[in-house]
């Protein structure tokens, strides 16, 4: 008869042919170390994207529905291009970057047209 040993911490395990983990604290343990590197990434990027919005949300004034940026603006703020929610294109074929409810257009001159999405 073969020794069964636990997945997350290698202890001899006792009990049910079918059982893994020697008990819940291991179990949990191991299932939390497959789910983490995921986890984190998403984490890390839903962070990104919450950060972009609140920028661009920053830039438009209270009443007001678009405003103008110039890119390092932008940046300086901490906006990530890299992570948007969704692209709009109008009628006239411009294209829209979404971070949830906000977008932007980039324009000429790195100067980006900021718009807060209709509900």
């Given at each position: 008869?073969?020794?069964?040993t636990?997945?997350?911490c290698?202890e001899p395990i006792?009990?049910r042919?079918d059982?893994k983990?020697?008990?819940?604290s291991?179990r949990?343990?191991?299932n939390?170390?497959?789910n983490?590197?995921?986890t984190n990434?998403?984490?890390?990027?839903?962070?990104?994207?919450?950060?972009?919005?609140?920028i661009?949300?920053?830039?438009?004034q209270e009443?007001?529905?678009?405003?103008?940026?110039?890119?390092?603006k932008?940046?300086?703020a901490?906006f990530n291009?890299k992570y948007?929610?969704?692209?709009y294109?109008n009628?006239?074929?411009n294209?829209?970057?979404?971070?949830?409810?906000?977008g932007?257009l980039e324009l000429?001159g790195?100067?980006?047209l900021?718009?807060?999405?209709k509900e």
């Amino acid at each position: 008869m073969e020794k069964r040993t636990c997945l997350n911490c290698g202890e001899p395990i006792r009990g049910r042919v079918d059982k893994k983990f020697c008990d819940d604290s291991c179990r949990n343990n191991y299932n939390n170390q497959q789910n983490a590197i995921t986890t984190n990434l998403i984490r890390n990027i839903n962070y990104a994207l919450k950060k972009n919005r609140n920028i661009l949300e920053s830039l438009i004034q209270e009443g007001e529905s678009l405003a103008k940026s110039p890119r390092d603006k932008l940046m300086r703020a901490g906006f990530n291009f890299k992570y948007f929610t969704h692209l709009y294109t109008n009628k006239k074929g411009n294209q829209y970057h979404y971070c949830y409810d906000y977008g932007y257009l980039e324009l000429e001159g790195d100067w980006f047209l900021i718009v807060k999405g209709k509900e």
